[in-house]
């Protein structure tokens, strides 16, 4: 045993007799010195100590004994007296605590202030509020109805006219015509399908009104081209354009989910020099993007031919609104507009985009009144042609299309 493991026992043996830890309660007389040599048993006379201190000795660290050298002795005196100084700190600490303790305890006991449950709810609404506030300001500030900006006849508050065209994207033929008039104000929506067999005075080879965007070239100097024989037709120029191609449609109505469609008749045609083939039956249908353009483009099966064609193109985009605008579709119309924005030509910019939305989503769906151009069908020069009345066209305008308080 060296004279650091000697120092620790004496360290241990001393607090331990110090604080009564083996003989809880008794006193030992000191008769003799502790310097006195080994008794019997070659151990220190532990006689004047309490028998059960003896027997804790003996039984953790044996019975051999050696006295330490003076200085580990002396420095055992230091550390026993640091001992003691701390011990005297700790009671001094416990009794101050306990006495606490005992004051607190005689304290009528307060209740922890109780949580409002419900915060985190009230947090989350308070920030939806703040984010539809926004929104909302936004959308009065930034998003305007389109207008013509060639004309300063004064109008009707919260009212636009949009002309949409479907083009099959070869030849630039537009096939499918239609002014939309949007009433926000009134909640109205009103359909003008303009059959593209129209007459119009023009330098084309063939003087119908769908030949004008491909006798500009397409694009955005085809739709000006368009909107010219609009205006020609009907007496005022629409407020937009929306020029859709047969790719932008089916992307559109996968989109949105398809389309319930009650189609009138069966529908079959074949024409391989279009890859043109349709086989749809008759009743009510869930198209896809795909058998909804067969539908539209269908037109052989009917007695009136493009006429009828023109009717159920307005149906079918009635009941793309009435289910498209359902507050449950929401979540679809930023990547409705993202596919507007990627392959529609428009000249609508965003604002317009999202008043014409918001608009469409006020008005009553149920409620969309759909005409075609009033006229009739003629020969011109060998060639079918439909004449407007212009007569009851300009009537119609004023009563439900024209956005301009005189007309």
């Known amino acids: 045993m060296d004279n650091r493991e000697t120092d620790e026992i004496f360290d241990e043996i001393n607090r331990a007799f110090e604080s009564g830890a083996y003989d809880k309660g008794a006193q030992p007389e000191y008769t003799e010195s502790r310097s006195a040599p080994a008794q019997a048993d070659d151990v220190m006379d532990f006689s004047n100590y309490s028998r059960a201190y003896l027997n804790a000795y003996k039984e953790a660290y044996g019975t051999q004994y050696q006295r330490p050298p003076r200085e580990n002795r002396n420095r055992n005196k230091q550390r026993t007296r640091e001992d003691r100084s701390q011990y005297r700190q700790r009671t001094r600490d416990e009794v101050r605590m306990n006495s606490n303790r005992s004051a607190r305890r005689d304290e009528p006991r307060r209740r922890a202030p109780r949580r409002r449950s419900g915060g985190g709810f009230m947090s989350f609404l308070k920030a939806l509020v ?23 006849a004064p109008r009707h508050d919260n009212f636009a006219t949009v002309l949409i065209a479907g083009t099959d994207g070869g030849n630039n033929r ?50 000006n081209e368009l909107m010219d024989q609009v205006e020609k037709t009907i007496g005022f120029r629409p407020d937009g354009y929306v020029m859709v191609s047969f790719d932008a449609f089916v992307k559109l109505v996968d989109h949105m989910g398809g389309v319930d469609f009650d189609v009138p008749v069966d529908m079959q045609y074949n024409d391989p020099t279009q890859d043109l083939y349709i086989d ?27 006429l009828t064609r023109v009717e159920v193109q307005r149906s079918f985009v009635k009941a793309a609104m009435n289910q498209w605008l359902k507050p449950i579709n929401i979540i679809r119309l930023p990547g409705a507009i993202a596919i507007a924005n990627e392959r529609i030509t428009t000249d609508l910019n965003m604002g317009n985009m999202i008043w014409c939305a918001g608009a469409l989503m006020r008005c009553d769906k149920s409620d969309i009144q759909t ?27 004023s009563d439900v299309y024209s956005p301009y308080l005189s007309f």
Do not use: W
């Not at 096939?175 to 109205?188: C, E, G, Q, V, Y």
């Open 130 to 152: 703040a984010i539809i506030f926004i929104l909302a300001l936004a959308y009065t500030f930034l998003c305007k109805p389109p207008k013509d900006p060639n004309t300063a």
């Open 371 to 397: 005409q075609t151009l009033p006229g009739q069908a003629k020969t011109i020069n060998g060639g079918s042609y439909f004449v407007a009345d212009k007569d009851a066209t300009a009537q119609l305008m």
């Open 280 to 306: 749809i039956p008759a009743g009510q249908q869930h198209l896809n993007g795909e058998d909804a353009l067969k539908v539209v483009r269908f037109r052989s099966g009917y007695a009136m031919a493009d």
């Open 174 to 223: 537009t096939d499918t015509i239609i002014l939309a008039s949007i009433d926000k104000k009134n909640r109205d929506v009103s359909l003008l399908s303009i059959p593209r067999d129209t007459y119009v005075d023009a330098p084309y080879s063939v003087p119908k009104i769908n030949s004008a965007s491909g006798y500009a070239g397409g694009g955005e100097a085809g739709m």
